[in-house]
């Protein structure tokens, strides 16, 4: 079986990316941006919230390992997709929470899961993931790149968002996770 892609945004890549990365099945998880008005962003373009682009992670995985509802299972556990343009205290619409779709499977299927949380009253306030077709992926600048398991503890900021949400994700998805 061929592999399939992902874009998932949810909020900043730091976290997202790491998750993700941990997960049997998934070759490569990827931060960069997605959905803007322009080409080849820069993190400081982006971060300026003029170029419409979301920070976003493009997996790689296998769906004969891992399939595309359980990267969604996961991104729905990483992030708050009930707060517009906000994930804490980063503030934007490059923090939204955005599932960029490479199929119309992929839609259906993120819908059909978006429909089943709010159905079931998972979170407290109204999901406001946006759904949309995948545009162009830009990777972000190699510092990003696994970032979180390059620095950790070492920058204040993974310490005390990164983590927790990092040690949230292992706990809840133990069974999917890649063998040390």
Not at 39 to 57: F, I, K, L, W
Not at 73 to 86: E, G, K, M, S, Y
Not at 122 to 144: C, G, L, S
């Amino acid at each position: 079986m061929t592999n399939a892609v992902a874009t998932l945004g949810g909020g900043c890549f730091w976290c997202v990316e790491t998750a993700f990365n941990s997960l049997r099945g998934v070759e490569s998880a990827v931060s960069g941006y997605m959905g803007g008005a322009i080409d080849n962003p820069t993190y400081e373009q982006v971060c300026s919230g003029e170029t419409g682009h979301a920070e976003v992670v493009q997996v790689t995985f296998d769906p004969g390992q891992i399939g595309f509802e359980d990267l969604l299972a996961v991104f729905f556990t990483v992030h708050d997709p009930t707060t517009l343009n906000r994930q804490g205290n980063d503030v934007g619409t490059q923090y939204r929470s955005a599932i960029f779709c490479h199929s119309p499977e992929q839609e259906r299927s993120a819908r059909s899961m978006v429909a089943t949380l709010v159905a079931e009253g998972v979170f407290p306030k109204p999901v406001v993931t946006q759904i949309t077709p995948a545009t162009r992926f830009w990777p972000a600048e190699d510092y990003h790149q696994r970032y979180f398991e390059r620095v950790g503890d070492r920058n204040p900021y993974c310490t005390m968002v990164v983590a927790p949400k990092v040690a949230k994700f292992r706990q809840a998805f133990a069974g999917l996770l890649k063998q040390p």
